[in-house]
């Protein structure tokens, strides 16, 4: 169906829930904003429609995303919300509001698989896998090079925990065994004790399932922890 020049709007707006105590925060609206200008500009995409974004901040907190996103819900321009990339506060979004709205909610880091129910949230769309998904390639990768026994070191995020609880049953499946060497607090993280007991583990391989695996990779050249002996596996950036 094509709009009549009269239908088109002239102005759009994209709901965006970021979350400040992310370390990349300021990265993601970088992105957005260069996205929507690169719209903005071009002839072919929306000529006679300019995007704009509205930025929310949830903090982290469920009760204020629900907030945040139940006062855009009036705007007759609002085309949709980008975010957020917590799990539970998605959920919570997609049922609370999104869903009784018909709002569409696409969120940038969401892995629960509890998200993929079209039946429990027809209006949430993601644009990465979820941990079910993201657990079996990991384990595929081991059962590929025959690494029998792997050590994994966490945060206290519900990604990481989500992602290892995912691990648990495959891993048994075909005889691997997935050994904790420690779980450090994703909001002050200190890896140089982790790194210690990586290096003191016996596994050919460790997976970091951390949110700033980073500097988890610094810690450990910075503590001799960087040779062909030992394999590393980080699904995130």
């Given at each position: 169906?094509?709009?009549?020049?009269?239908?088109?709007?002239s102005?759009?707006?994209?709901?965006?829930?970021?979350?400040?105590?992310?370390?990349?925060?300021?990265?993601?609206?970088?992105?957005?904003?260069?996205?929507?200008?690169?719209?903005?500009?071009?002839?072919?995409?929306?000529?006679?429609?300019?995007?704009?974004?509205?930025?929310?901040?949830?903090?982290?907190?469920?009760?204020?995303?629900?907030?945040?996103?139940?006062?855009?819900?009036?705007?007759?321009?609002l085309?949709?919300?980008?975010?957020?990339?917590?799990?539970?506060?998605?959920?919570?979004?997609?049922?609370?509001?999104?869903?009784?709205?018909?709002?569409?909610?696409?969120?940038?880091?969401?892995?629960?698989?509890?998200?993929?129910?079209?039946a429990?949230?027809?209006?949430?769309?993601?644009?990465?896998?979820?941990?079910?998904?993201?657990?079996?390639?990991?384990?595929?990768?081991?059962?590929?090079?025959?690494w029998?026994?792997?050590?994994?070191?966490?945060?206290?995020?519900e990604?990481?925990?989500?992602?290892?609880?995912?691990?648990?049953?495959?891993?048994k499946?075909?005889?691997?065994?997935?050994?904790?060497?420690?779980?450090?607090?994703?909001s002050?993280?200190?890896?140089?004790?982790?790194?210690?007991?990586?290096?003191?583990?016996?596994?050919?391989?460790?997976?970091?399932?951390?949110?700033?695996?980073?500097?988890?990779?610094?810690?450990?050249?910075?503590?001799g922890l960087?040779?062909?002996?030992?394999?590393?596996?980080?699904?995130?950036?």
């Amino acid at each position: 169906t094509h709009l009549s020049k009269a239908a088109v709007p002239s102005k759009l707006h994209i709901g965006l829930l970021v979350n400040s105590l992310q370390h990349n925060t300021d990265q993601m609206l970088s992105a957005v904003s260069v996205a929507i200008d690169t719209i903005n500009a071009s002839p072919d995409i929306l000529p006679e429609t300019r995007l704009m974004a509205v930025v929310k901040d949830t903090k982290g907190d469920k009760t204020t995303a629900e907030k945040e996103v139940q006062e855009m819900v009036p705007d007759s321009l609002l085309m949709g919300v980008i975010g957020p990339s917590w799990s539970s506060i998605a959920i919570a979004v997609s049922q609370k509001v999104a869903t009784p709205s018909s709002l569409q909610l696409i969120s940038y880091g969401s892995t629960n698989p509890d998200l993929s129910s079209r039946a429990a949230h027809p209006f949430f769309l993601r644009l990465c896998g979820s941990d079910l998904l993201q657990a079996r390639v990991l384990v595929g990768v081991l059962k590929q090079f025959q690494w029998l026994r792997a050590g994994l070191v966490l945060d206290s995020a519900e990604y990481s925990q989500g992602l290892y609880n995912e691990m648990i049953e495959p891993s048994k499946a075909i005889g691997v065994e997935l050994v904790v060497i420690g779980v450090a607090d994703h909001s002050n993280p200190d890896f140089s004790g982790l790194v210690e007991k990586t290096k003191a583990l016996a596994t050919l391989v460790t997976i970091v399932l951390v949110n700033e695996p980073t500097l988890f990779f610094k810690a450990a050249f910075k503590q001799g922890l960087n040779g062909a002996e030992r394999q590393f596996l980080a699904p995130t950036p």
